[in-house]
C-alpha cells in the first residue's frame, strides 16, 4: 500500500501525539505464549516523524514479564488515559524490538515523569507520591501502530477511530 492510500489505522492522527507524549497514564498489555496476560505501567513514549511507529519507554526493573512476552511481532496493547478528563484512546501494534533506552530517550521519561506527576496533582495526588515512580534505567519498546479505539468512557467506548474522527 502506497503511503498516500496508508489506512488510518496505520497512522497516529497528528492531534494524538502530544496527547501520547503528554503525562497521561500509560498502560501497556501483553500476553505469554500460553496466553496468560501482563500489565505493566509505561514511563512514556515518543511518536516516529511518520506516525506509523512509537517508542515505548519501560522501566527496566519493573518490565521483565512484558519485555519476555515482546519477541519480534508480538501483539501489544497500550492504553493511554488523561487523568483530569479521562479522555482515553487504545493503540494496538506489534513490537519490532525491545533495547536499552539511549540518552535523549531516558531523558524524555524524565521529562514523562514531570508531566505525569503535574496531570495527576492536578487531580488531587501528592506530587510526592507520583514521583516515586521509577523511570530509570528504561527499555524501549519499538511498535508498528496496527489499531486505534476511542476507549473513553460513554457511548462511543470500543469504538475504532476512523478516518471522520481524524482532524481536517
Same mark, same amino acid.
Given at each position: 500500500?502506497?503511503?498516500?492510500?496508508?489506512?488510518? #489505522?496505520?497512522?497516529?492522527?497528528? $492531534?494524538? !501525539?502530544?496527547? !501520547?507524549?503528554?503525562?497521561? #497514564?500509560? @498502560?501497556?498489555? %501483553?500476553?505469554?505464549?500460553?496466553?496468560?496476560?501482563?500489565?505493566?505501567?509505561?514511563?512514556?513514549?515518543?511518536?516516529?516523524?511518520?506516525?506509523?511507529?512509537?517508542?515505548?519507554?519501560?522501566?527496566?526493573?519493573?518490565?521483565?514479564? /512484558?519485555?519476555?512476552?515482546?519477541?519480534?511481532? #508480538?501483539?501489544?496493547?497500550?492504553?493511554?488515559?488523561?487523568?483530569?478528563? =479521562?479522555? /482515553? &484512546? @487504545?493503540?494496538?501494534? %506489534?513490537?519490532?524490538?525491545?533495547?536499552?533506552?539511549?540518552? =535523549? $530517550?531516558?531523558?524524555?521519561?524524565?521529562?514523562?515523569?514531570?508531566?505525569? /506527576?503535574?496531570?495527576?496533582? !492536578?487531580?488531587?495526588?501528592?506530587?510526592?507520591?507520583?514521583?516515586?515512580?521509577?523511570?530509570?534505567?528504561?527499555? &524501549?519498546?519499538? !511498535?508498528?501502530?496496527?489499531? +486505534?479505539?476511542? @476507549? %473513553?468512557?460513554?457511548?462511543?467506548?470500543?469504538?475504532? +477511530?476512523?478516518?471522520?474522527?481524524?482532524?481536517?
Amino acid at each position: 500500500m502506497a503511503s498516500s492510500e496508508a489506512a488510518l #489505522s496505520d497512522v497516529l492522527p497528528e $492531534e494524538l !501525539v502530544d496527547f !501520547v507524549e503528554g503525562g497521561v #497514564s500509560i @498502560q501497556v498489555g %501483553t500476553r505469554d505464549a500460553a496466553l496468560r496476560p501482563e500489565c505493566l505501567r509505561a514511563v512514556g513514549c515518543i511518536v516516529s516523524p511518520d506516525r506509523r511507529s512509537l517508542l515505548l519507554l519501560m522501566n527496566a526493573a519493573t518490565a521483565a514479564r /512484558t519485555v519476555a512476552n515482546l519477541g519480534a511481532g #508480538s501483539p501489544i496493547a497500550m492504553t493511554f488515559s488523561r487523568p483530569v478528563d =479521562h479522555r /482515553t &484512546v @487504545q493503540v494496538k501494534g %506489534t513490537c519490532l524490538t525491545v533495547r536499552p533506552a539511549a540518552p =535523549h $530517550e531516558q531523558a524524555a521519561a524524565e521529562r514523562y515523569l514531570a508531566l505525569f /506527576t503535574e496531570g495527576l496533582y !492536578v487531580v488531587g495526588m501528592a506530587r510526592a507520591i507520583v514521583r516515586r515512580v521509577r523511570v530509570t534505567p528504561a527499555l &524501549v519498546a519499538e !511498535v508498528l501502530v496496527r489499531e +486505534l479505539y476511542h @476507549q %473513553t468512557p460513554g457511548p462511543g467506548a470500543g469504538r475504532r +477511530l476512523e478516518e471522520r474522527d481524524a482532524p481536517r
